[in-house]
């Protein structure tokens, strides 16, 4: 998998976590420790695409 197509790949996950994130915000039962660790796993793939686009170049 070359660099860019990875970076595709992690971008749309980090659009579907953002998706997700908000469904369970929007709830009115929603979880607080769920709502960590959607937050901590978007986080994560914010961090590596960052890494990644800077190796890129």
Known sequence: MTIQAHIASLEKKH??????????????????????????????LKDEL???KKTKH
């Open 50 to 52: 960052e890494r990644l």
């Open 15 to 44: 659009g579907a976590l953002e998706e997700e994130l908000q469904s369970v915000l929007a709830s009115p039962s929603s979880d607080d420790t769920e709502i960590a660790r959607l937050k901590r796993r978007k986080l994560r």
